[in-house]
Each structure stands twice: as structure tokens, then as C-alpha cells.
């Protein structure tokens, strides 16, 4: 169904127009469909075709709980409920997205080139945990260098703890992190001071409890299989409306909450044969929603398959995307501080993995993997800069260990410094996860809150299998236990310690110089080189194209190195990360261990 179609077909969910409510469902799967709103006496809904049906109810005003029944006998959440007070098995609300006077018209987003994420789990975040709740925390990460928040998934879940990967109502954010209300409220706080705000939404799969939608319709299918369960049906018979109700909904968060971008979670288990993919649909639709506003917004893929096609226009035989979140730079720098070789750190012990993932985007363009068991990745040198998204740590990354254990617990604070000055001088556009600026201890674990203790069991045999590809130490972190929530909290009172501070200004420094030095950014990746002498000095060499040139020299070992020779002209140091401003002891001489100098050519 192309964009054209679903432009002129109408909402779905509950839509509060003059003195009523219509109400309109997708559900193929059922002979009827009645609507019961409030106590009041149950209504039918009138088929439409195509499995639409629909009804509209006089009297009916926001704030009304309702629920569908099915076939005369199951009463069941709307599949596109925007607001579940109750949870994912309760009733669903009626919400009216125009009573929020929102004040960002004049915000229309930023550029890729120009993003700076800051990845932010709600629920851990602060002590509240609440979208309202990290409002208080916006100026600091603005002064930092921030420009766009990435939300970890927010779409209903089960309970009150979860990453959000097991959401099951797609249209209605979190209702323990404060609902639709709650949301707007962060996003026109974020664009009042000139922050995006990005979703990360999960269309590879939805989770296993409070999840009805086979009921309504083929939204599952056995012909494709994902790591839980059924694939999503987005090529086979009853497709439209399955890709119908994905593509609306990432219109819906367009419209109704201003959102500017999406990070789509693990993409490699979307699959999809049809003319043209459901990616490329929904980057099309929701950017076709943003022009309508005169805003920009960007779609960004998770994927570990390296496919340059991912970020290649359609008319170049890909699939449109903007950018592709890039493992292999956190993978080889991650494999050369901690000297970890199992799970996916065993297809990284070459030194030239983080020369070229710097350099060229991908390590991996082609070459056979031991981990995956087969030939990885393809070209990227040629690819812009603005294409990848690299980070030091992220949630999957430091919560996918079996304790959560974050970088600052595993190396030496000052090869922290190290791996930030390697992530701010690649031409790529860096993401930050929260707490790293200034070294937050708290683990990131895994949890969930299932009410299901059959799945909280399954998600225990599960993760424990996962992790015998890695060979960690010590016990799992147990998802369900409410500790393993609790301690996941940032503790931003660290933030004030005075090594802390140090390395929060480093941080701010960097992402300064990114913004202002034309040699640095996304911009320039053709003109990047990078070697490493045989002590494990890496040199970064960025340039623009106007001749202004930057080196970042970097001491990789935990030893004393010398500083390797640097041909005329003079330099001159921009950033040392042993300063004693940046927590440093400001007389080591180069190169003190896991130090590193970014130097200036004079002109």
C-alpha cells in the first residue's frame, strides 16, 4: 500500500471529533467488533472493508475508558490506544493530542551532521522516573554539548520496569512515566532549548504479554522467524494492514508528539520481500508528516549485518535511511582497553579493525567473521560521515553484560579520557549514554516486571544461554528482581566529585572544538587517516579542505610511550587529557599511559 493510500484513509484508534468519539479498528481476524465505553451499553462497530470497522458514539469525551469485544466474547484493548492507565491488559483511554499548547514552532530540528545524541533510559534516569522527571536535567546536557535526546522504547509494557523492547501498545507512551501528557511536556521542553528529541521504536517484534494483536488480525507470521518468535507479517496475505498500522504509528508520534527522529531497533529481523520495503514506507511517511509542519526527521537503523544499503537512496537500489548505529568502532576500541576476546570481541584482536571503523565507518566490509559464522559487512569508505552513529557504551552494550558493568568499572580512568577523544575526533556523530560524561558507577541490568512468572523464568533460561558465548564471571543479574531496576538509577551526585568534573569538562570541551574546529565533525571522513606505530600509538590525522589540520595522538597501552615525531609545521596542544582540569595530574610527559594530545598545526 503506498503513501498516497494511506494519506487518504482515516486515523485509527479512538478520534475525539465534535461531540463524539470515532472509533476505528483493523481487525480482520473477527467476524464482529463491539465497543463498550464507560459502562455504558455495548455498541457495534459497522464493517468498512478491508477489515476496517468502525463506529462513531455521541456524548463520548476525553478521558473515557473503553475497551473492544471480539466475536460477542473477548473484551480487549485498541490496538492503537494512545494512553493504558491500567496497563497492557486494561482498558484504553480516549485522548485528545489538540488540547496541548505546544511552544516550539520555531524549532524544526537539527541536521545529522549536527546531532550530538544522549541515550536515556526514562525509568533510570532519575529517581522519579518519569518523562517530567528529567526536564531539570535539560540545561546541563545542553551546556554539555548535547543536541538530541535518544529515548530507550517508551510504548506501553507490562508492569513498571522494563528496557521497553517488550512493549505491546505501540501508540501509547508509558503510563508509569506519565502518559501522552508526560511526554509533550519533555519534548517541548527539550525543543525550547533547541534539543531533538529521538524514539527508539521496535517493529521487529512486540512482547509477549498483553499481546492481543494476532486476535484482530495476521499480524504474525510462521514463515519468517526472529529471536522472539513469529516475524511481524509485513510481506505476506493481510500485510497492508500490518504495515498500515506501523506506518501510522510512526506518523502519530510525527503529529501528535513532535518527535524528530527514530531509532529503529534491530532492523536484521525485519523481514520484508515486498516492491518496496516497510522501512523505506515509513522513512517516506514520517518525513512526508514533518514537511507538513515545516520540521525535519531523521530515521536511523540498528543492525549488525554492516549493509551499506541500509543508508543508500532508493534510487540507488537501498532502502533511504539516514544513518546506521556502527558497532564495530565501540567493538575494536572496547576489545584493545579490556583485552576481552569472547562473544563478538573475538572477531576484533587486529589492530586494523579501529584504524578503519575510524576511518571508513565499517571494520568489517566482507571479510569472514568467526563469531557470526560467515562473511560480514560491506564497503563503506565511501559512505559520509553523517551515516554512522559510534558511542563508547550504550544500553545493549553495557546491559547485555551479565552484571551491567559500565566502561569506568572495567579500565583506568584515564583511558576513559582515551576512548572519549578516540569517539569525538571520528568523522561519525557520536552518542553518549547517560551517566557517561562524568563516569556514573551505577550498573545498567537487564529487567522486567512481567506479571507472567512462566516469562520472567523464559527471560532467565534465555539470558543465561545468551551469555555462555561470553564466558563472564560471576552470577546474572536476575531481571525480574526489583534491585536490579533500583540499582540501574544514575547517581547524578557523582557528577559534582572533582574527577568527575573533570572529565564532564573534557567531554564539553571536545564536543565544543566538534562544533567549531572545521577539521572535526562528520564532515572530512575521505580526508582522515589514522596509523599506529609499533608502541601502540595511534595517530588520528583529521584535515578540512581549506588545509586546517588536527592530530590526535593517543597512547593505547597502559605504559609510558614516546611521542611519535611530528614533520613541520609547528603544533601546538589544543586538549590533553591529562590536564589537571580534566582530572588529570598535568605533568606527566607524553605520552603517560592511555594519554592523549590533540594537536594543532600552526599556520
Known amino acids: 500500500m503506498g503513501l498516497a493510500s494511506l494519506d487518504r484513509m482515516t486515523a485509527l484508534g479512538a478520534s475525539l471529533l465534535d461531540h463524539g468519539v470515532t472509533f476505528r479498528v483493523w481487525a480482520p481476524g473477527c467476524r464482529t467488533v463491539d465497543v463498550t465505553v464507560d459502562g455504558r451499553s ?25 475497551r473492544y469485544r471480539l466475536d460477542g466474547e473477548r473484551y480487549r484493548p485498541d490496538p492503537a490506544s494512545r494512553y493504558q492507565p491500567e496497563g497492557v491488559h486494561g482498558p484504553s483511554v480516549v485522548v485528545d493530542p489538540s488540547r496541548f499548547a505546544w511552544t516550539d514552532q520555531e524549532f524544526p ?25 528529567i526536564i531539570p536535567h535539560l540545561d546541563r546536557l545542553v551546556e554539555l554539548g548535547v543536541t538530541a535526546l535518544e529515548l530507550m522504547p517508551v510504548a506501553e509494557f507490562p508492569g513498571s520496569r522494563n528496557w521497553g523492547y517488550d512493549g505491546v501498545h505501540l501508540f501509547a507512551p508509558q503510563s508509569t512515566y506519565g502518559g501522552p501528557h508526560g511526554l509533550r511536556r519533555l519534548v517541548d521542553a527539550c525543543h525550547a532549548r533547541g534539543l531533538a528529541v529521538f524514539l527508539d521504536v521496535v517493529y521487529n517484534h512486540l512482547g509477549p504479554e498483553g499481546n492481543y494483536l494476532a486476535e484482530y488480525g495476521p499480524y504474525f507470521t510462521a514463515r519468517h522467524s526472529t529471536p522472539w518468535g513469529p516475524g511481524v507479517n509485513y510481506d505476506g496475505p493481510g500485510s497492508e494492514g500490518v504495515r498500515r498500522h506501523v506506518i501510522e504509528n510512526g506518523r502519530m508520534w510525527v503529529r501528535e508528539f513532535h518527535i524528530d527522529g527514530f531509532r529503529l531497533d534491530a532492523i536484521h529481523a525485519i523481514h520484508d520481500a515486498s516492491p518496496t520495503h516497510i522501512l523505506t514506507e515509513f522513512a517516506e511517511a514520517v518525513r512526508a508528516e514533518a514537511a507538513r509542519a515545516g520540521r525535519r526527521v531523521h530515521v536511523i537503523a540498528e543492525s549488525h549485518d554492516n549493509d551499506r544499503r541500509l543508508v543508500l537512496p532508493a534510487s540507488a537500489g537501498g532502502l533511504g535511511l539516514d544513518a546506521v548505529w556502527s558497532d564495530d568502532f565501540h567493538h575494536a576500541l572496547h576489545r584493545a582497553l579490556t583485552g576481552e576476546t569472547t562473544g563478538y570481541y573475538v572477531d576484533f584482536g587486529f589492530d586494523l579493525h579501529l584504524e578503519r571503523a575510524i576511518v571508513e565507518g565499517f571494520a568489517f566490509q566482507g571479510e569472514p567473521s568467526e563469531y557470526w559464522g560467515r562473511p560480514r559487512g560491506t564497503p563503506s569508505g565511501d559512505l559520509p560521515g553523517d551515516r554512522f552513529v559510534i558511542f563508547l557504551q550504550n544500553h545493549d552494550q553495557v546491559g547485555n553484560r551479565a552484571q551491567g558493568d559500565r566502561l569506568g568499572t572495567l579500565v583506568p580512568f584515564e583511558a576513559l579520557k582515551l576512548a572519549a577523544g578516540l569517539l569525538f575526533v571520528s568523522p561519525a556523530v557520536p552518542l553518549l549514554f547517560m551517566g557517561e560524561e562524568y563516569a556514573e558507577t551505577a550498573r545498567f541490568q537487564f529487567f522486567t516486571s512481567f506479571l507472567d512468572k512462566r516469562l520472567t523464568e523464559a527471560v532467565r533460561r534465555g539470558r543465561a544461554e545468551e551469555f555462555k558465548r561470553f564466558a563472564w564471571r560471576g552470577p546474572m543479574a536476575d531481571p525480574d528482581a526489583p534491585n536490579s531496576f533500583v540499582s540501574s538509577r544514575l547517581s547524578h551526585s557523582l557528577a559534582s566529585a572533582p574527577r568527575r568534573r573533570g572529565l564532564r569538562e573534557y567531554y564539553r570541551r571536545w564536543l565544543t572544538l566538534r562544533r567549531t574546529h572545521p577539521a572535526l565533525g562528520t564532515q572530512g571522513k575521505e580526508l582522515t587517516r589514522v596509523t599506529r606505530d609499533e608502541s601502540g600509538v595511534l595517530t588520528v590525522i583529521r584535515a578540512s579542505a581549506d588545509g586546517n589540520e588536527l592530530r590526535l595522538v593517543a597512547n593505547l597501552t597502559p605504559k609510558t610511550q614516546f611521542m611519535p615525531p611530528l614533520a ?35 599556520r
Not at 568 to 575: E, F, K
Open 109 to 133: 530540528g537539527h541536521a545529522m551532521a549536527d546531532i550530538v545524541f544522549y541515550e536515556i533510559h526514562v525509568g533510570a534516569f532519575t529517581a522519579a522516573g518519569t518523562f517530567e522527571a
Open 568 to 602: 613541520p609545521p609547528a603544533w601546538r596542544v589544543v586538549l590533553d587529557s591529562d590536564a589537571e582540569s580534566f582530572g588529570g595530574t598535568g605533568t606527566a610527559a607524553p605520552l603517560a599511559p592511555y594519554q592523549c594530545l590533540l594537536l594543532e598545526a600552526r
Open 42 to 66: 455495548t455498541e457495534p462497530l459497522a464493517p468498512r472493508g478491508i477489515g476496517l470497522f468502525e463506529a462513531r458514539l455521541e456524548g463520548v469525551v476525553e478521558g473515557a475508558r473503553y
